[in-house]
């Protein structure tokens, strides 16, 4: 079969690889559509801590089951689902704690082991999600808005509080579209004017920050919150000038919380601060099962639209063209899908 695969930083290939073997508690999938995570992007451009090369990524996708064994979750052949792509040891501190997501020997399909971009894969039964009717466009957004609304479930946003989320990314989007769901007063910040005006039109969030200097950044945090700063500040850059952002944006006794994922190091930072605001500060990584079922029935209910975060749609055998466009013009494209369905 043909997959996608990442060869070095800034060279993907169609190329033939071995149709992967069901094992018993497995499924058998056929992909249709997959999205290209930020992550992603940072396999591509050499700055994923995480990637290993060569690598097939993708780990946001919806597929349709082709085999499947008796199951006590109603899975047949023919469904449209959805995946969690996190693999967990199953026997460290963490997992046996139930916090899976945290596992200390993680594996996330894409980076650390091989991902769903190809024509077929096979995926544990366990995770392996129903889709209740959603559309194969919109399951495979599923994914990046579980790791917004984990993030966003850290904090434990609560409805009226003044929240900045930092990235106007897929996952700083879809963060901002979470947290205006809980009943917060959201400002969505970024560099790129055309992404943030974007995400602030499209989805009729509060307020926005150009952050094109440190002295706009600070005048505006001051005059949203006249003076206070916010109670959550969501960094969903990844880089360690945005977290210093949040630090500084955030009220004394506020909330931060970092899902962006970074090579680099914040030099000359001020610790002394997070003492003198008691400021709480949680890491969000992955998501949990609860978060996929969740969210499968919000978007059920029509409350969040997740075409609206799709800006490019590419036939997935054009994987070379979309990896290299998006990278040129990242600051104008939000959400990057491949059809698996069209070649």
């Known amino acids: 079969m043909k997959a996608i695969l ?22 058998l999938l056929r992909l249709l559509y997959g999205g290209i995570c930020g992550s992603d992007l940072g396999s591509y ?29 109603g899975l047949k052949p023919g469904m449209v689902v959805t995946c969690n792509p996190y693999f967990n040891c199953g026997t460290c501190y963490s997992c046996n704690r139930g916090l899976v997501n945290a596992c ?3 594996q996330t399909m894409g980076v650390q082991r091989e991902g769903a971009f190809s024509e077929y894969i096979t995926m544990p039964v366990e995770r392996i999600y129903d889709g209740k009717g959603l559309d194969a466009k919109s399951l495979a957004l599923i994914e990046p808005f579980c790791i917004s609304y984990h993030g966003v479930s850290r904090a434990d946003v609560k409805p009226g509080e003044r929240v900045l989320v930092i990235g106007a990314g897929t996952i700083g989007v ?72 949040c630090i500084d944006a955030a ?10 994922v970074s090579k ?13 605001k008691e400021l709480n500060i949680y890491g969000s990584r992955n998501a949990m099962k609860k978060d996929f ?51």
């Not at 930083?9 to 094992?23: A, D, F, H, Y």
């Open 293 to 343: 079922e969740e969210l499968i029935e919000i978007v059920r209910a029509g409350k969040v639209d997740l075409h609206k975060i799709v800006t490019n749609t590419y036939a997935w055998t054009d994987a070379p063209k979309a990896f290299a466009q998006f990278d040129q013009n990242a600051g104008s494209m939000l959400k990057v899908v491949l059809d698996f369905t069209a070649s």
């Open 174 to 245: 879809l963060a901002a579209v979470a947290a205006k769901a809980k009943g917060a007063e959201v400002t969505i910040c970024d560099v790129a004017p055309e992404k943030l005006d974007y995400a602030y039109t499209t989805f009729g969030l509060d307020h926005k920050i150009e952050n094109s200097s440190p002295e706009v950044f600070q005048e505006s945090v001051a005059a949203l919150t006249q003076g206070d700063g916010f109670d959550v500040a969501i960094e969903a850059v990844g880089l360690p000038q945005t977290f210093q952002n």
């Open 45 to 73: 451009r050499g700055a994923n801590a995480y990637v290993s090369y060569p690598r097939v990524p993708g780990h946001e996708f919806s597929a349709e089951i082709i085999e499947i064994d008796d199951n006590d979750k």
């Open 251 to 260: 009220c004394f006794g506020g909330r931060v919380v970092l899902i962006g």
């Open 104 to 106: 200390t020997d993680n």
């Open 6 to 27: 990442i060869q070095q930083p800034g060279q993907v290939s169609i190329c033939e690889i071995e149709q992967p073997i069901r094992k018993k508690g497995e499924a």
């Open 264 to 276: 680099k190091n914040l030099q000359d930072f001020f610790f002394t601060i997070i003492q003198k």
